[in-house]
């Protein structure tokens, strides 16, 4: 139990199911529409890679509005912040239902990018109410229900896609946006102490974060670790059309293997983190990730490339991140509490630019003829770089205290 601050707007904290459905909302736009992808450019008339960059450049953009969402909630609040984003994401997904040109779609699309507020508010949200330990344990929870929207969305999306084309999708997004609209006004407290200084002061607080190994220990360790997922996300649906021919539904089912592993190291999160610790559980997830995609490239390498078995290796990228990324989240976000939503953003950013780069990278190297090897070679690359990350924050606690 927590004993909540004193609210600027309201005497209670927001409920969990609120920060929950916030975080799925983020979550669902980022993968509802992955089985569509060939469809969607079929009907632009455009080739897949161009398609493709739904994903990394939204995530590219992700990362960039949550470098300035973390300062602005700072400055002026959790909930008016939140609010304004949501509103810019539900023109936004108008937007792209009516885009005539491909072009038009992906300026659309680049601006569904404000419901990063979501994730980045809903962190510095649970950092606001409890202290460092139990942030772990409550954003484990929150994202294990989150991880169940991920892993039916790419399902919700290829029914959708099947049943009506691929605007469906968008359509569901438009509905979502507006009912999560709704539940923010009505229980979105706020939860922050209004900060005095403008937001260029905020912003050059940043310094202070820079200077924290520490801080930089956890978002190497997030970073590199959802970089396995967030290049997944790029590659995967090429890889589930192109090697093994699976139709858009069938697809969206694969596609969910990872949030199902998610959804089972959120629980651990959840369980564990508050008697094992933060940088235990950190480096538990870096090797369980990297053991599981190295594991899958040996199966595929040798000959067994069933897509049940390739896809459902998988889930271990989301077993790992699912252990790893509460409690990265909630180091870094405890380096320097008074500072919880700019930490938030600038750590989200780092996150997902790493994961768009990554996202980019795959989709140009899966070529014709390549097989899975490239998506599988970038994401074992990736979760390998996150162990020494995730020993270094481990071993750093243990050498210095309060750096």
């Not at 700072?74 to 939140?82: A, I, K, L, Q, T």
């Not at 790493?354 to 980019?360: D, E, F, H, I, V």
Request: charged share 10%.
């Amino acid at each position: 139990m927590y004993t909540p601050r004193r609210f600027l707007r309201r005497d209670s904290p927001p409920h969990i199911m609120t920060l929950v459905i916030l975080a799925g909302l983020g979550a669902l736009t980022m993968n509802i529409f992955l089985p569509s992808l060939p469809g969607m450019a079929a009907w632009f008339g455009v080739d897949y890679r161009l398609m493709q960059l739904t994903v990394p450049v939204y995530l590219g953009v992700n990362a960039g509005l949550q470098v300035v969402v973390g300062p602005l909630s700072d400055r002026y609040g959790r909930r008016p912040v939140m609010l304004v984003a949501l509103v810019v994401f539900v023109v936004a997904t108008l937007g792209t239902l009516v885009a005539p040109t491909v072009e038009v779609f992906l300026a659309f699309r680049m601006c569904q990018a404000t419901v990063a507020a979501a994730m980045v508010i809903g962190r510095a949200v649970v950092r606001d109410m409890v202290p460092a330990e139990q942030a772990a344990s409550m954003i484990g929870y929150v994202t294990m229900g989150m991880a169940l929207v991920p892993m039916v969305g790419p399902t919700i999306g290829g029914g959708l896609d099947a049943a009506f084309g691929w605007k469906a999708s968008f359509l569901f997004l438009l509905v979502a946006g507006l009912g999560v609209l709704a539940l923010v006004w009505a229980d979105l407290g706020e939860t922050a102490h209004r900060q005095t200084s403008g937001l260029a002061a905020q912003i050059r607080e940043y310094p202070e974060l820079f200077a924290s190994r520490r801080f930089w220990g956890y978002c190497g360790a997030s970073a590199f670790g959802s970089g396995a997922f967030f290049t997944f996300l790029g590659g995967a649906p090429w890889v589930g059309t192109e090697v093994y021919g699976l139709a858009p539904g069938t697809l969206g089912l694969y596609l969910g293997m990872p949030a199902l592993g998610y959804m089972l190291g959120n629980f651990l999160a959840g369980r564990l983190s508050v008697r094992v610790g933060l940088d235990a559980m950190v480096l538990a997830g870096a090797v369980v990730c990297t053991l599981g995609l190295a594991a899958a490239t040996v199966i595929y390498w040798a000959g067994l490339v069933h897509p049940g078995l390739f896809f459902g290796f998988m889930a271990f990228i989301g077993l790992g991140n699912g252990m790893l990324m509460p409690n990265a989240t909630a180091g870094m976000l405890s380096v320097r509490p008074g500072l919880a939503g700019t930490a938030s953003g600038l750590g989200g950013a780092i996150t997902l630019g790493g994961g768009a780069t990554l996202a980019a990278l795959a989709g140009v190297l899966l070529v014709p003829g390549a097989g899975p090897y490239p998506l599988l070679f970038i994401m074992l690359l990736s979760s390998t770089a996150s162990i020494p990350c995730a020993a270094y924050v481990s071993r750093r606690r243990r050498v210095v205290t309060g750096v």
